[in-house]
């Protein structure tokens, strides 16, 4: 009877051994990856993270160099303008005046002739030998300016101002039409009538008739 239990034990005894010594079960449905698949999946991952701040580092330099060149272009255009204004200064004239004896009046220089009478046509040459002109006349104001600057109240004194029969109007010397809305010559205009003025009025008179005149030139630039 001992030798049969005995050998129940032994048989029992080997049965766990060998339940002992099998691998453990794996669940259903659960994939056994190799070692290697491990390693690539995780290298994998690596580069994407990788190129992910590659990219990140590519698009802040992209924007930076924007940033630069924008900010050098902006710095190169000021210092352009600045260098045009700079240009511009030393290029324009310090002032512009008018010549000795002569009076600046607006934008002109006049000059007054106080040497003896002469008729228009004369009155027109001497300013032509001065490089000038007989005054225009504008409007009503620089006909008022004119008049308080005359040396002479009690005289007239010629302007570049005639009537042509032909085209019976009143035209300058410049080849422009006087405009009576500006500018009115009371009276009957007739053959050779020419405009002068005075210290009150502006009024005509037969050209050959002898009065003072006045001239004008524009302003020179003085450097």
């Not at 001992?2 to 034990?9: L, T």
């Not at 580092?57 to 210092?79: A, E, F, Q, R, Y």
């Not at 002739?113 to 104001?141: G, R, Y």
């Amino acid at each position: 009877m001992d030798g049969q239990v005995m050998y129940a034990e032994l048989n029992v005894s080997r049965k766990s051994g060998l339940k002992s010594s099998s691998p453990p079960s794996v669940p259903q449905g659960v994939c056994q990856c190799p070692s290697w698949h491990q390693l690539a999946l995780k290298v994998g991952c690596a580069g994407l993270i990788l190129l992910s701040l590659a990219v990140i580092g590519l698009s802040v330099s992209v924007i930076s160099l924007k940033l630069t060149s924008s900010s050098t272009n902006n710095c190169t255009g000021d210092v352009q303008d600045v260098q045009k204004n700079r240009n511009e200064t030393t290029e324009r004239p310090s002032l512009l005046k008018c010549p000795k004896d002569w009076i600046l009046l607006r934008e002109k220089c006049l000059v007054f002739i106080s040497s003896s009478p002469q008729h228009w046509t004369h009155s027109l040459a001497d300013c032509l030998t001065k490089e000038a002109s007989l005054v225009l006349i504008q409007d009503q104001e620089e006909l008022t300016l004119i008049q308080h600057q005359l040396p002479d109240k009690g005289l007239n004194f010629w302007i570049g101002l005639n009537f042509t029969l032909s085209e019976k109007k009143w035209k300058w010397v410049n080849g422009s039409f006087l405009n009576s809305n500006i500018l009115q010559i009371n009276g009957e205009e007739k053959e050779n009538n020419c405009a002068y003025i005075s210290h009150k009025k502006i009024a005509f008179e037969n050209c050959e008739a002898e009065n003072k005149w006045i001239c004008q030139k524009n302003l020179k630039h003085q450097k």
